[in-house]
C-alpha cells in the first residue's frame, strides 16, 4: 500500500506535534526493530558472566579466531602472545581487568557479526512463519488543545495489538538497514491496514514494540 499521509494533513494544528515522542509509524517501527534487534544481540549471547569458569570458556571458545584474536586487540587486550595462548589453552587466567577486556570483545564481535547478517534478524521477525506480535501506541495529547484531543485514541482502549504481523520483516529489515523512511512510511500503513476502520489514527504514534 503507497503511504497515505492525507489523514494527518493538519498535524500539529492543535498540538500534537508538541510532544517529541509523537513521530510517524514508519520511524516509530524503525526504532522499535532497532530495539528488538539489540534484544537478539544480547539474549542469544552467552548468558554466563565473564567471571564464571563456564562463561569464560564460552567466551574464549568464540573469540578463538583471527576475528576473535582482531577483537581482543581492538578491546586492549595487550598481553604475550604465550599469556594469550595459554588463556584459550586454560593454563592462565585473565585477571580482572582482563576478563572485562574479554567480555567486551566478544560482546563487540557478536553485535558485528549480528549485524553483517540481516537474514538472521529476518528470520527471528518473521518466526518460522508465525510472525511477531506488535503493540502500537497512539499519540500522546497531553500537549494537544483539549476541544481538539480524541477520546478514542486515550485511555488503555487505545493503545493496540496485532499478535501475529506477518509477510512484511524481509522488506522492513532491507528498509531500516537502508535507511528508507518512504518504504518504512508504507510498510506501516500495510501492518496498520489490519486495525478496524479507524486504522489511519495510528499513522502517527507515540510508541511501537516488537515482541520479539
Known sequence: MPYDNSGWRNFGTYGANRSAENVRGGKALGRAMEDALARMILEGGIRSPVTSARGLRARLNYLDSE???QALRDAGVTVRPRALKNWFAGTQHPNPANLELVDSAYWNLRTQRVLRNPGAFKQHLNNQGRGTAVEIHPVNQDLVDEPARRRTLMGEQA??????????????VDARDSGDEGKLEEIWDDIISELDSDWGAYTYVSYVGLGA
Open 67 to 69: 576475528a576473535g584474536y
Open 159 to 172: 493503545i493496540r495489538t496485532l499478535p501475529a504481523v506477518r509477510y512484511v520483516w524481509d522488506e522492513a
